[in-house]
């Protein structure tokens, strides 16, 4: 089993930035990815970005040049720096982790964020 915490969402306005971070326990030896998804009210649920062990970063074309994704391996944490947001960037983003070939899934609990004027 691995656990999720994630932390740092909020309002902000248009054009402000945000860092989200979510902290991974347990079983972590098993995760072959990290990412974030978002999910928006009425819509289906959308990959953001995503980081397999070792690699770079992949961006949904709606957040690429704006949201930046890290992971310290050290602390188990994954990172989305998220820049430049937009009214349409506002959702509930969701930290999850996967086995390989996702055939587990894992989430966090969600953190909303809002971006308002």
């Known amino acids: 089993q691995v656990q999720l915490v994630e932390s740092g969402g909020g309002l902000v306005q248009p054009g402000g930035c945000l860092r989200l971070?979510?902290?991974?326990?347990?079983?972590?030896?098993?995760?072959?990815?990290m990412g974030w998804y978002r999910q928006a009210p009425g819509k289906q649920r959308e990959l953001v970005a995503r980081?397999?062990?070792?690699?770079?970063?992949t961006y949904a074309d709606s957040v690429k040049g704006r949201f930046a994704i890290s992971r310290d391996y050290a602390k188990k944490t994954v990172y989305l720096q998220m820049n430049s947001l937009k009214p349409e960037d506002t959702a509930v983003y969701y930290c999850?982790?996967?086995?390989?070939?996702?055939?587990?899934?894992?989430w966090g609990q969600g953190t909303q964020v809002t971006v308002s004027s």
């Open positions: 999850n982790a996967a086995t390989a070939g996702q055939a587990i899934n894992y």
């Open positions: 971070s979510c902290a991974a326990s347990g079983s972590i030896f098993s995760i072959n990815v």
């Open positions: 980081m397999f062990n070792g690699a770079t970063g």
